[in-house]
């Protein structure tokens, strides 16, 4: 191998990894997001149009409502909408815990003791 080949390598190697290591930020980059505005739990919550089940879980886990995966999406917002109302939260929560328990037998035999 040559100096200059040797050269063009290290070259390349150091661009390849400032490209993918560098922790200054870019241009390409978004800036962070502004601190949590949220309102406080007591306060429920406005939900936009467009919010996806994703969204409403982790809004869900912020807001410390329990079993917050087996709900489904529009369970999801109505227990947001409702999160100042402990009973109404725990009913919908409930109920989803139901549904998620009764699905753990189906389409198996299941065993019956004699």
Excluded at 48 to 64: I, P
Aim: aromatic share 4%; proline share 4%; glycine share 8%.
């Amino acid at each position: 191998m040559t100096a200059e080949q040797k050269k063009k390598d290290k070259e390349f190697l150091h661009k390849l990894h400032a490209k993918h290591y560098d922790k200054k930020k870019s241009k390409t980059q978004k800036p962070k997001a502004p601190a949590d505005n949220s309102p406080s739990p007591k306060e429920g919550i406005v939900l936009a149009a467009g919010s996806t089940r994703n969204e409403l879980m982790l809004t869900a886990k912020q807001r410390g409502v329990k079993n917050f995966r087996v709900l489904n999406k529009q369970e999801l917002a109505d227990v947001l909408k409702n999160i100042g109302d402990q009973k109404v939260v725990d009913a919908i929560v409930a109920g989803a815990v139901a549904r998620w328990k009764a699905g753990w037998g189906k389409g198996k035999k299941q065993k019956t003791q004699a």
